[in-house]
């Protein structure tokens, strides 16, 4: 089993930053990939980024260029710096850890980005 507590979120004004943290725990030796997601109300859940065992990344078109996905191996934690936020960014964000067998998603966090 893993658990994901995401934080960071919150309310900015648009142009501004927020970061988002994910911290791991329990299993974490079964994680493959971690992923950031968001929705929107009235949407589907997308990817917005992800960062596999090996440092590889990618990100959603929208957000390139503007959003960084990192890691700090040592804390089991996911960071997502989003910068340069948009209203349209405005979303519940998600942390994903995926393994072989299952998926594992976090409570969520809120952010809003105010126009």
């Known amino acids: 089993q893993v658990q994901l507590v995401e934080s960071g979120g919150g309310l900015v004004q648009a142009g501004g930053s927020l970061r988002l943290s994910c911290a791991a725990s329990?299993?974490?030796?079964?994680?493959?990939?971690v992923g950031w997601y968001r929705q929107a109300p009235g949407k589907q859940r997308e990817l917005v980024a992800a960062?596999?065992?090996?440092?590889?990344?990618n990100y959603a078109d929208s957000v390139k260029g503007r959003f960084t996905i990192s890691r700090a191996n040592a804390k089991n934690t996911v960071y997502l710096q989003m910068n340069s936020l948009k209203p349209e960014d405005t979303a519940v964000y998600y942390c994903?850890?995926?393994?072989?067998?299952?998926?594992?998603w976090g409570q969520g966090t809120q952010v809003t980005v105010s126009s």
């Open positions: 960062i596999g065992s090996g440092g590889n990344t």
């Open positions: 994903n850890a995926a393994s072989v067998q299952i998926d594992y």
């Open positions: 329990g299993s974490t030796f079964s994680i493959n990939a």
